[in-house]
């Protein structure tokens, strides 16, 4: 709460004079700039859109446990010296000088009680969830930006009456 009160602080301040200055550069900003820099810079809307690209990764993952995967082996095993044994006074070896072997899995989850579609479907209800709360996020960014930049507008021009009241006031106790 504390950082969005001074967020809207900061803002205030920001259009509150016509121009700012920003690295030693300085911009004008209309009341729809204002509003779209708000709502592409704010913090709150990154972190709505993080957690999109979290349940995005959450429905992959998910819909991946559910797809058919091969897994492979290749191993190879070359000898110095093959082992071998003594029967009556003679050697024989055993085995090759080199060795090859190789397997290959297919692995296919066909029915895990259930769970997987229930999964695949919550992962979704979550990315539907996220692409809402991005739209929240990014409404109240804009609400709160559209009430900073209204209300800088009234406070320049209460201002400006204000120096107004005080010039009249001088003229009238001047006379």
């Known amino acids: ?12 301040t920001l259009f509150f004079s016509p121009t700012i200055s920003l ?9 729809s700039q204002a509003v779209q820099r708000a709502v592409n810079t704010h913090e709150l809307v990154g972190q709505a859109r993080a957690r999109l690209e979290e349940a995005m990764g959450k429905r992959n993952e998910t819909r991946s446990k559910a797809m058919p995967y091969f897994r492979s082996n290749l191993a190879y095993q070359r000898f ?15 085995g090759e000088d080199n060795v090859w072997d190789f397997s290959l899995e297919y692995i296919q989850n066909i029915y895990a009680f259930g769970k997987l579609l229930n999964a695949i479907e919550a992962a979704q209800l979550l990315g539907e969830a996220s692409k809402i709360d991005i739209e929240v996020a990014q409404n109240t960014v804009a609400f709160q930006a559209k009430s900073a ?5 009234f406070e320049k021009n209460l201002v400006a009456i204000h120096v107004q009241s005080s010039n009249l006031s001088e003229q009238f106790n001047a006379d």
């Open 23 to 31: 690295a030693g550069e300085v911009y004008r900003f209309s009341f």
């Open 80 to 94: 110095i010296k093959r082992p071998s044994f003594y029967f009556g006074g003679d050697r024989v070896e055993v």
């Open 1 to 12: 709460m504390l950082r969005q009160i001074s967020w809207l602080l900061g803002l205030t």
């Open 149 to 153: 930049y209204l209300q800088a507008i």
